[in-house]
């Protein structure tokens, strides 16, 4: 943003992998259902020793291949030389906790460390007794006016937690309101459709109308998910609701995805979740998995995907023919024959790498793109969305659409080994989901200046796969104009006090780069910038809450979420400002070009299109 004396108040296509960082084993979860008072009878255990309740059970086998659960009614399980063995501590308890001695400041000091803790349901039905909980927790239990099917209304779709869940759903359950609980020290991820329930009803007390029905929030360097669902025994035979609560379990545990959103599927030595249909061999070493054999393939059996977007790396072995990458797989059983889906074929001569394949044989167009030699890494972007599937293969777009009914996108992740193909290696298997109302995603900056005009003074060179700002104060804004979207890009700077800014829904500039300033929202980037300055901020409306930048020379990464009026900010996987304005709704993005002496980078422009309802 220009200086305070100035009175300045791919189609579809992804990521290239910057480099490869394998993922640990999957982390642990302490599961405490403990009933000081009101015992529910979803963590009511069977008499016969060691079984465990439904909530229990069910959550074990919900959560294989994403954590490991160890279940216990037991509160002394809550200390600090335990808790150390674990990611996250998930609660589903009533009354006043027999904590003794120092249990309850070991359990603060576990989640303000770090740690990920969890309230299911009940657990806002506890510890009344301590303050420092309610603080934790963000809201006690105040009654459940309503034990009904009731409409919810999906606040965050892009949280790992509601990712999968339809924008307004119905669902039967012992509906929770709540006191001591404030909108504004949380980030509410559910909420009550109040149209669906009689608001007149005995025992309504929040006259606002703001019935949360789960959050979350950051607790010190911990993160809190809070979810008021789960009373009823049906919900934990629901995929919704055990999806809802095992992805906010990964999300609490910092164990969900990484700075730019992608799930690991591969740990370093290890494949969770991954299942074998057919011969050969799949084996996981310090996060490379080799295949051999076949024919046969192995897929990622622990989750289906619909609307997403897939990374990984692979080098060929010696041979001409190669393994497939398998999207939209349908559950295969014991028999390779049996399963549809599309595939990405990797094979080593021209006119036939990186084609898509249906399970009948149908293809698309010869694609344009070479390959890296034998044994050499490649980088494969492909995105499934909208029941379009494309492809970019080491950074270049790699094979025309292939267009399909949306059911096509939908399924298991796999890859396939044939005998002809050698060993070939994988690693870096990363995916990163979509929300239902995503439209399209795509590249705004493929290594020119396609699509993008120049507002003012200065402008951007194109370095490689980058834009590099010089003089200024100028504007480089592209063509398209958005209404609600995800923006994401990388940025670079030498100095900290290198000096830019995003801008985003601002109308047509012109050659006047003051439009953007004056009608639109600037994201400033400068790390030396005072309050409301700096970067991650509003620029002149709201400053950032944290600067979780790199070092100087390092990439780092940026989301801008904008919905309506709303705009939430991440740097490096961190949330840094989210922000209500009154400017309009819809309009373009663009880059500055700050000063002379700012030289700052830009690399992998691009948004994902949201559908408004």
């Not at 012992?174 to 608001?199: N, T």
């Not at 095992?246 to 740990?267: H, K, Q, T």
């Not at 054999?293 to 609307?307: H, L, S, T, V």
């Amino acid at each position: 943003m220009a200086t305070p004396s100035l009175l300045l108040p791919a189609p579809l296509a992804l990521l290239l992998v910057a480099g490869f960082a394998p993922a640990s084993d999957p982390p642990r979860v302490l599961f405490l259902t403990h009933s000081a008072a009101f015992r529910h009878e979803v963590v009511t255990r069977p008499e016969a020793p060691g079984a465990l309740s439904l909530a229990e059970a069910r959550l074990v086998e919900a959560s294989r291949g994403a954590f490991e659960v160890e279940a216990t009614q037991d509160c002394a399980a809550i200390t600090k030389e335990n808790l150390a063995r674990f990611e996250a501590v998930a609660l589903y308890t009533t009354g006043e906790l027999p904590f003794a001695g120092g249990q309850k400041e070991a359990l603060l000091d576990f989640v303000r460390r770090g740690g990920g803790f969890v309230g299911i349901h009940s657990a806002a039905d506890t510890f009344y007794e301590w303050p420092a909980y309610g603080e934790l927790i963000g809201g006690r239990f105040d009654g459940h006016p309503w034990v009904q099917k009731v409409r919810v209304r999906v606040e965050d779709p892009w949280h790992p937690s509601s990712i999968n869940l339809a924008p307004g759903f119905e669902i039967e359950d012992e509906i929770y309101q709540f006191k001591e609980w404030d909108r504004g020290r949380v980030h509410v991820l559910l909420s009550l459709d109040p149209a669906s329930v009689d608001l007149g009803a005995k025992g309504v007390n929040r006259k606002d109308r703001d019935f949360a029905l789960a959050w979350c929030r950051e607790f010190g360097e911990g993160r809190v998910f809070y979810t008021a669902l789960g009373h009823r025994e049906e919900l934990w035979r629901d995929p919704r609701f055990l999806t809802h609560v095992v992805e906010g379990i990964r999300w609490a545990s910092r164990r969900d995805v990484d700075a730019e959103g992608f799930r690991p599927l591969l740990g370093r030595d290890r494949a969770p979740g991954w299942r074998r249909c057919g011969e050969g061999d799949f084996e996981v070493a310090e996060g490379v998995a080799r295949l051999s054999g076949g024919p046969g393939f192995w897929w990622f059996g622990a989750r289906r995907f619909e609307n997403f977007l897939l990374r990984l790396e692979f080098a060929r072995g010696k041979q001409d023919w190669g393994p497939l990458v398998l999207i939209g797989l349908s559950t295969p059983g014991d028999d390779p024959m049996t399963a549809s889906s599309q595939s990405a074929s990797i094979l080593s001569t021209d006119n036939w790498a990186g084609r898509f394949l249906t399970h009948g044989g149908r293809e698309t167009p010869e694609p344009s793109m070479h390959l890296r030699a034998p044994g050499e890494w490649n980088a494969w972007d492909i995105a499934c969305l909208e029941g379009e599937t494309l492809l970019r293969s080491n950074g270049r777009a790699a094979s025309s659409s292939l267009s399909a009914p949306k059911a096509r996108c939908a399924g298991f992740l796999g890859l396939e080994n044939v005998p002809e193909a050698g060993e070939t290696r994988f690693r870096g298997i990363r995916v990163r989901e979509l929300p239902t109302n995503a439209a399209s995603f795509r590249v705004l900056f493929e290594g020119d200046l396609s699509g993008w005009k120049m507002a003012g003074p200065g402008g951007f060179d194109v370095e490689g796969d980058s834009l590099v700002s010089r003089g200024g104060m100028g504007l480089l804004w592209h063509e398209r104009p958005l209404k609600d979207f995800l923006l994401l890009l990388d940025w670079r700077v030498a100095r900290r006090e290198d000096n830019a800014g995003v801008f985003v829904r601002f109308p047509d500039p012109g050659n006047d780069p003051w439009v953007a300033v004056n009608k639109g929202y600037e994201i400033q980037i400068c790390d030396t910038g005072g309050p409301k300055h700096r970067t991650g901020s509003i620029y002149d409306f709201q400053d950032s809450s944290r600067v979780p930048t790199a070092e100087p020379g390092s990439w780092n990464h940026m989301e801008v979420l904008a919905i309506g009026s709303r705009y939430e900010v991440r740097v490096n996987g961190r949330v840094v400002n989210r922000f209500v304005g009154d400017r309009s709704t819809e309009g373009f993005v663009g880059l500055q070009n700050h000063d002379e002496a700012s030289r700052v980078s830009f690399r992998n422009v691009r948004v994902v299109e949201l559908r408004r309802d």
